[in-house]
């Protein structure tokens, strides 16, 4: 009796461990199990936070350089305006006249005879930019078929030059524009020329005062930098690309009644060069006289060649 009771006794405090166990096992696993979506949302919080935290510092990096381009965008923009010079309309006023008014009439103010724009009245010459790049490009038989505009490049005429052309151009749009008058040099008497050209310039190699005029080839490569080298190319050194002469080996430039007279009268065939007596001053005139005469490297021949 005492042994079943013993047994029982046994019996039951295995079951009593028994149950112990499961609870403390019962608990644990609750606790995992609780305790792992716990790490999870955790983890994925802590990895969203992560993320939005990345997109933040991407969204300041993209503004950030978006402001950084834009500051950059500004900063060149108002670095090519403040490149460009502010034109003079009296400096471009003279360069127009020696340079394009051969072409363009009356300083640009009517249409030329093979139908070259009035510059004043034109519609496209109130943009500044439509003139640079016209005379940068030239003009393709844009007026007249086989007449086309050269270009002038920034050899012959510089971009601060380019400036007062500009300058020059948007003067003449006024109401009750008169053309400035050209800056006086001053002359002194210096020895008379004794040979008279073949074929005379209309205008005397003399100033207004009536005193010969003291010549420049310093102003006189300005000018043919301006008016002339776009044919005559290298400062008149070189054969031009419609094989123009080289001015500085030409027979006959060595002689300033030669030269001058052509400059004033222009080609006997019109076509390969136009006359520029009418543009120039006489000063002007002689200076240009003057520049090509230096370059020029031929020595006076013991009979002059005979001049058109």
């Keep these: 009796m005492n042994s079943k009771k013993g047994k029982l006794l046994r019996f039951s405090w295995l079951l009593l ?4 166990v499961l609870v403390a096992c019962g608990d644990n696993g609750t606790a995992k199990t609780t305790a792992a979506p716990a790490s999870t949302t955790t983890t994925v919080a802590a990895a969203a936070a992560t993320t939005a935290a990345q997109a933040a510092a991407a969204t300041t990096a993209a503004q950030a350089a978006a402001t950084t381009a834009g500051q950059a965008a500004t900063t060149t923009a108002a670095a090519t305006t403040a490149a460009l010079p502010v034109g003079d309309a009296t400096r471009g006023s003279q360069i127009f006249r020696r340079t394009c008014q051969v072409c363009h009439a009356k300083g640009g103010t009517e249409v030329g005879t093979d139908g070259q724009p009035n510059l004043a009245s034109s519609t496209k010459t109130n943009d500044p930019a439509f003139i640079r790049q ?3 490009d030239g003009r393709k038989g844009v007026i007249t078929p086989g007449i086309d505009m050269p270009s002038f490049n920034s050899v012959n005429i510089r ?4 400036e007062d052309v500009v300058a020059y151009i948007a003067s003449i749009k006024k109401a009750g524009y008169v053309a400035p008058t050209p800056t ?6 210096v020895p008379p020329n004794t040979v008279a050209p073949t074929r005379p310039a209309p205008t005397p190699p003399n100033g207004s005062d009536g005193k010969v ?20 190319a290298n400062g008149g050194r070189t054969r031009g690309d419609k094989d123009q002469p080289n001015l500085s080996t030409n027979g006959n430039t060595w002689n300033p009644d030669f030269v001058r007279s052509f400059i004033f009268n222009g080609s006997p065939t ?3 060069m136009p006359s520029f007596g009418p543009n120039l001053t006489p000063q002007e005139l002689e200076d240009l006289v003057k520049y090509i005469t230096t370059i020029n490297t031929i020595q006076k021949p013991t009979t002059p060649i005979a001049t058109p």
């Design 17 to 20: 461990l028994v149950a112990l």
């Design 184 to 189: 006086p040099m001053n002359t002194v008497v």
């Design 213 to 232: 005029i003291a010549s420049s080839a310093s102003r006189g490569e300005v000018i043919f930098r301006n008016s002339c080298q776009r044919c005559h």
């Design 134 to 136: 016209t005379v940068r």
């Design 159 to 162: 971009d601060a030059e380019l």
């Design 270 to 272: 019109p076509a390969l």
